[in-house]
């Protein structure tokens, strides 16, 4: 029997293998989705608009490693804090020509990460109500990584 916990790592796992329709199949129809930038995302099409990107690799390379986690199954809710890492290397650019993408390059290197926390929302089918991500976006605090052989 699937538990929040569970879930969560599938759910996460389906992010680092950039796998946007099994990302979308724990969203419940009516779903909300804060990503921290003030705006609300509702339902499945405008959450996957806003993943959109993340999958696409407009950004590059992203993953998330988890450091923290909070269950709480019977109100099916639960916290993680993260690190998203980013590999800006063109290999993982999938073609794109984000202007963006170009900048981050230029000032942090070819990786980089930030932290974040995301809390999730669950319905009694686990399938997620509510994603709030709370992190630096405004201004993040970026972190040049250094590259391994």
């Known amino acids: 029997m699937p538990?929040?916990?569970?879930?969560?790592?599938?759910?996460?796992?389906?992010?680092?293998?950039?796998?946007?329709?099994?990302?979308?199949s724990f969203f419940a129809e009516d779903a909300e989705y804060l990503p921290g930038d003030?705006?609300?995302h509702r339902g499945h099409a405008g959450i996957r608009a806003a993943f959109?990107?993340?999958f696409s690799g407009k950004f590059g390379l992203i993953t998330f490693d988890e450091h923290d986690r909070l269950i709480d199954e019977p109100a099916r809710r639960a916290a993680i804090r993260w690190t998203c890492r980013l590999d800006l290397a063109p290999r993982h650019t999938r073609g794109t020509?984000?202007?963006?993408?170009?900048?981050?390059?230029?000032?942090?290197g070819s990786r980089m990460n930030w932290e974040?926390?995301?809390i999730f929302h669950f319905d009694e089918e686990l399938r997620i109500t509510g994603k709030y991500t709370y992190g630096s976006f405004r201004r993040p605090i970026m972190n040049r990584e250094k590259a391994t052989a």
């Open 116 to 118: 974040g926390t995301d």
């Open 3 to 24: 538990t929040t916990a569970s879930t969560i790592d599938r759910f996460v796992d389906c992010f680092n293998r950039q796998d946007l329709d099994e990302a979308m």
């Open 97 to 108: 020509k984000s202007v963006l993408r170009r900048f981050l390059r230029a000032v942090y």
């Open 52 to 54: 959109e990107p993340l």
């Open 38 to 40: 003030g705006k609300t």
